[in-house]
C-alpha cells in the first residue's frame, strides 16, 4: 500500500479514495508518536518513526 498525500484526494481518480475514512496520524498520537489500537480483543501498537513512516505492531 502508498501513501496518499491529502492534497490528493480532491484530484481525478481519487473519489474512489474519498469514500474512506481518513484520519491523521498525528492525532491518533495526540502529538506523540505512538498509540495503541484496539481491534476485538488483539491490541495493536501504531508508532510514528523519526522518518516519518508509520509501523504497526502487535
Same mark, same amino acid.
Given at each position: 500500500? =502508498? @501513501? $496518499?498525500?491529502?492534497?490528493?484526494? %480532491?484530484?481525478?481518480?481519487? =473519489?474512489?479514495?474519498? !469514500?474512506?475514512? @481518513?484520519?491523521? @496520524? *498525528? %492525532?491518533? =498520537?495526540?502529538?506523540? !508518536?505512538?498509540?495503541? $489500537?484496539?481491534?476485538? *480483543? ?5 508508532? $510514528? =518513526?523519526? @522518518? ?7
Amino acid at each position: 500500500m =502508498t @501513501a $496518499i498525500n491529502p492534497a490528493d484526494f %480532491s484530484r481525478a481518480g481519487a =473519489t474512489l479514495l474519498s !469514500n474512506l475514512p @481518513a484520519h491523521d @496520524a *498525528e %492525532s491518533l =498520537t495526540a502529538g506523540g !508518536n505512538q498509540a495503541l $489500537i484496539v481491534l476485538g *480483543e488483539q491490541v495493536y501498537q501504531l508508532r $510514528i =518513526t523519526r @522518518a516519518g513512516k508509520l509501523i504497526l505492531t502487535k
